[in-house]
């Protein structure tokens, strides 16, 4: 099983208990539910434009490579991982279906900035939509 699937079972399995048993919230209370992927792998990004991509190969032209402390990978969900709870949401076309329903965004942080993520990460303010 990979680390995102995995951790969008444990993050959907959560919701569900929720779901089932909201008696450890108050009245009107939402919590806000991140999986993250925590690693001891180097994390990279790069500039290449892949819409520049030879398509027969491939093939990328230069591009630099940065270390970072994290990133953010979007993932489409299968129906098969996704929670079963009823959603707020009304989605106004496919396109937002698919991307409120099916695309979460998934943290994966290596060792090395795991301060710096959990810092930012307290700031956020979650959409409790669904």
């Not at 444990?10 to 779901?19: I, K, L, R």
């Not at 108050?26 to 806000?32: A, D, M, S, V």
Request: proline share 5%; no cysteine.
């Amino acid at each position: 099983m990979d680390a995102t699937g995995q951790a969008l079972r444990g993050a959907n399995g959560f919701v569900m208990h929720f779901d089932r048993q909201p008696y450890p919230l108050e009245e009107k209370e939402q919590i806000g539910i991140l999986p993250v992927i925590f690693t001891t792998a180097n994390l990279y990004t790069s500039d290449v434009k892949l819409d520049e991509a030879e398509l027969a190969t491939g093939k990328v032209a230069g591009g630099n490579l940065t270390r970072v402390a994290w990133v953010m990978y979007q993932y489409s969900m299968s129906p098969g991982l996704k929670h079963t709870a009823v959603s707020n949401n009304s989605p106004g076309d496919l396109v937002e279906l698919y991307q409120t329903e099916y695309i979460r965004t998934v943290p994966v942080v290596s060792v090395s900035g795991i301060q710096d993520f959990m810092m930012w990460v307290s700031k956020l303010e979650f959409d409790m939509s669904y």
